[in-house]
């Protein structure tokens, strides 16, 4: 991660993605969707620029984007599904609000939800 202290470029809106709390890709490295080395591999993203993603992120901090009537929306998908991601993804999103705060303690390594510590 030589570039770590310079944000990357969202492939949508092209505006540099300058917190973890709103990087698409370090959403997906957290939750397991992707590994440490597609994070420098895979197009940036902000959050607020992938509704079809962000829409699974409910959480009090976070503008959840309704897709309406588009065919990606949540609402067209089974329940069970649409929990189980609205579970993941607003965890994933909780966990890069903590990391925001402490990323200059943690190593990479520690980003994921499967390696965080039970007490936290
Ligand atoms: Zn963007």
């Known amino acids: 991660m030589a570039r770590c202290d310079q944000g ?8 540099e993605v300058k917190r973890l709390d709103q990087s698409l890709l370090y959403l997906r490295y957290v939750i397991g969707w992707i590994t440490v080395e597609q994070l420098t591999q895979q197009p940036e993203a902000h959050l607020g620029c992938t509704p079809s ?32 991601r609205e579970a993941l993804l607003t965890a994933g999103y909780q966990r890069l609000r903590y990391l925001q705060k402490h990323r200059r303690q943690m190593p990479i390594a520690q980003y994921p939800l499967s390696a965080a510590t039970p007490s936290e």
């Open 8 to 15: 990357y470029l969202c492939h949508i809106c092209g505006e």
């Open 53 to 84: 993603v962000a829409q699974f992120i409910v959480a009090e901090e976070f503008a959840t984007p309704d897709l309406g009537e588009e065919p990606a929306a949540k609402r067209f998908l089974d329940p069970e599904f649409r929990q189980a």
